[in-house]
């Protein structure tokens, strides 16, 4: 049954207005955005990395095992990048709410330096993040486990293990990232710089909120297409574009392997890049394309009210605390 809203004045409809929640959650959210907020933010920025690193890495690992067992169809560079852009999406839409949606160390970063988010909640969101990473990796893990140990005593059989193993296309390259044995560390870097700095001015320029061709409503999926198409272009050469969904990987794939798995000096590339690659992406941004005398489209503009109107929403805020009086 729909409730009174006791603000009409403010223009919008609130979730409480036309939806009864049980008395449990309602109670819950006064503490979810009081006390336990920090731990909400961090599930958000957990389960955002999840999302991208789950679709991405099992695509990948639907790649990998089709090329390892010689089975066309499986998968393909095509389908690693759709599942990125679908991870992406997914988590910009569904996991961003509580904590801003960053899902990458980058991110929190630039924000810290060009937004005012607090320096000391910087570690807590990264260790977030590539927490949601590791699990993804272990979800998916434990999905292939059976398929995944089979491929590694074919691959022993043939005498292809040492070969292909801690390479993108052998097992443990489903998790961690690698380099094709004697790649160039310099090209590596490039590779990584380009793609990075494309993404994070791609990122930048959706989150504007004077950008007329990006409304709030579209940005998910023009993110998403950045990552897919950094995917589809420049994989092959090394990528990472995400410090957590390279760390994530990483760690795991050093607990199922040990310290063969850590990358060797591709490591610290795959790690930190995609870090001074975005700032500078960012101060291009900052320096060239934004513009304080721009107006903010209609679309933005009520994004922003929106946001506004649940932090004035002085129905729920009484709501909730008449809840405690019960």
């Known amino acids: 049954m729909a409730s009174t809203n006791n603000n009409p004045g403010v223009g919008f409809t609130h979730l409480v207005d036309v939806i009864q929640r049980p008395r449990w959650l309602q109670s819950w959210e006064k503490y979810r955005h009081g006390a336990f907020h920090p731990i909400v933010e961090g599930i958000g920025e957990s389960m955002g990395a999840f999302f991208i690193v789950y679709c991405g890495v099992g695509a990948t690992a639907a790649f990998n095992i089709g ?13 690693v990048g759709f599942a ?24 929190t970063v630039s924000h810290a330096v060009w937004h005012g988010f607090p320096w000391k909640r910087v570690p807590y969101f990264i260790a977030c993040q590539i927490l949601g ?12 486990k059976t398929t995944l140990k089979t491929l590694e005593e074919l691959l022993i059989a043939t005498g292809k293990y040492d070969a292909l193993q801690f390479t993108p296309n052998g097992v443990a390259g489903i ?13 590596a870097f490039i590779n990584e710089f380009f793609v990075d700095f494309f993404i994070g001015l791609v990122i930048w320029g959706s989150m504007d909120p004077t950008n007329f061709f990006v409304p709030p409503a579209n940005a998910p999926f023009i993110i998403g297409l950045a990552y897919a198409t950094m995917t589809w272009c420049f994989a092959p050469g090394a990528v990472s574009a995400n410090s957590a969904r390279d760390i994530g990987g990483r760690l795991f794939a050093i607990t199922i392997w040990g310290t063969r798995a850590n990358g060797g000096a591709y ?15 960012t101060l291009v941004y900052e320096l060239v394309f934004t513009d304080s005398g721009r107006v903010l489209p209609r679309a933005q503009q009520e994004f922003l009210n929106g946001y506004n109107a649940r932090l004035n929403h002085k129905s729920l805020e009484e709501h909730l605390k008449a809840l405690t009086l019960v």
């Open 267 to 281: 490591a610290a590339i795959a790690a930190v890049t995609s870090i001074p690659a975005t700032l500078f992406a």
């Open 175 to 187: 998790f961690g990232l690698y380099t094709q044995e004697g790649a160039n560390l310099r090209d």
């Open 84 to 107: 990125y852009a679908v991870g992406v999406v997914g988590a910009i839409c569904i996991a961003s709410s509580p904590s801003g949606g960053h899902f990458n160390p980058c991110i």
């Open 133 to 144: 990473a590791y699990f993804a990796c272990l979800l998916v893990y434990v999905q292939y």
């Open 67 to 79: 090329n390892l067992s010689q089975t066309a169809g499986i998968g393909s560079l095509l389908t």
